[in-house]
């Protein structure tokens, strides 16, 4: 990416369903690359009817944003209301449901620049508490790229899954004064 070469971010809608798909399938290809396929397996999001039409609400939602290097979308941030399997928290906040980022764009900080978006968006609500989840299980990598990004890690938990093995997450959150 050169100087001339802006991220820039902008609202997703009912079309961009298919870029979220991309978006996780490049992901899912890469972290099974590596080994790595607790977080998101290893078939493509764009396979799956569950994913399919969690990216369709997603895309509906209104809180689906897109990161573009000219024309291309090379990341994409959900926020709304936290999922059912995390714990409440204990007042106002916006939740981060997605942070997914193209990889052959790795370095160059396109997530820290779409969470940065999502701080802007809950002050612009008057929220003061931003919080994600994430896998939390191999090495914790990703909780430390959360941890790198000023989240702080809060409360593990375990999502069970009927035939497949338990899902570790972890809760991290963002205070912003």
Known sequence: MTDQQTVTIRPGGPDDAATVLRLLDTATTWLVERGRTGQWGTQPASADPRRIAQADAWATSGGLYLAMLGDAAVGALVVGAATDYVPPATEPELY??????????????????????????????????????????????????????????????????????????????????
Request: net charge positive; aromatic share 10%; charged share 30%.
């Open 96 to 177: 981060v449901n997605l942070l997914v980022t193209d990889r052959a764009y790795a370095g160059h900080r396109i997530g820290a620049r779409l969470l940065a978006y999502a701080e802007e968006l809950a002050r612009d609500r008057g929220l003061g508490l931003l919080r994600v989840d994430c896998y939390g299980g191999d090495d914790r990598a990703l909780v430390r790229f959360y941890e790198g990004c000023g989240f702080t890690a809060t409360d593990p938990f375990t999502v069970q899954r009927p035939g497949r093995d338990p899902w570790p997450g972890q809760v991290l959150e963002r205070r912003l004064g």
